[in-house]
């Protein structure tokens, strides 16, 4: 762009001092000989031409005409092109949205919506993050996030990020108020959706346990109870913290679900230790019924059954790779 208005100053410049030299014209009339020339708007000339003028007036419609058509090119260029970029990408993320099932919706990408998504997105599970804040879009777009700008309070809103295919919603403003209206609403569209809820307050909490959310959760709450316990159990708070999903070193806790025809199904627990070294499991969760902590080794495992072992992270791998070949 630069260049090519610096190119059309020096051409009508250079145009206006030949006019002078060649033809002898005053000052205003060789500089509007030569914007009448470049813009090829066909006024007529000032004073007829010799045939020096002509020669030099060709010249300058050639080059005039040429850097100008070049000027406007470049500014379509940037306008268009980039208001073409704009609507393609929204166009693009909206596709892909309308087309996903079994994802998670976060509602509200505050500190704790954040950390949500990005730890659902470094476990690759499907994400689209709705917030009314127009700023976060350039955030959210560079982070790789699918994303809706507006409020979730609106059911259209809910509706653009595919709530009735959704297996998750994650409600995550900063009002109590506005997350039961969420969580009724999401249960609503989607009575089978899991609802995770953040909550300010113990009436919150409780408001948002009645409007259907499956879990909620208090961050204060968490926070404060992790130091106090920091302080009363150190070691088992370690534990925990080397232990937390995902992130641990050296021993991780995992769960896994097993599948119709897995190798595990009719097998015991303790043969499915039995058959990975340096883990256990710990837990079992059978549709319905209450999770079961320390599973009995007898206990036979079936289809459909959430096991949550702990161990080191190859252990882990082998154990999932092996029960769901």
Known sequence: MLLAVSGLIVLTGAGTVGYILIEKMSLLDALFMSVITISTVGYGEVKPLSADGRIFTIVLIITGVGTALYLLAVAAEVVIEGQLRDFLGISAMQRKIHQMENHVIVCGFGRFGRVVTEELQRHSVPVVVIDPDVALEKELARLDVLHVTGSALEDEILEEARIQSARAIVVATDSDADNVYITLSAREKNPGITIHARGESETGLRRLKSAGAN????????????????????????????????????????????????????KTIEAVERGTAKLRVVALKRGDDPISLIPEPGTIVQAGDHLVAIGDRVSLQHLAEILNE
């Not at 641990?248 to 769960?255: A, F, K, M, R, W």
């Open 215 to 266: 879990q909620v959760i208090s961050a204060y709450q968490r926070g404060g109870m992790r130091i106090a316990s920091m302080i009363l159990r150190p070691a088992v708070v370690d534990f925990l913290e080397l232990a937390t999903p995902g992130h641990g070193d050296e021993i991780d806790l995992e769960e896994i679900e097993i599948e119709p025809g897995s190798h595990a199904v009719g």
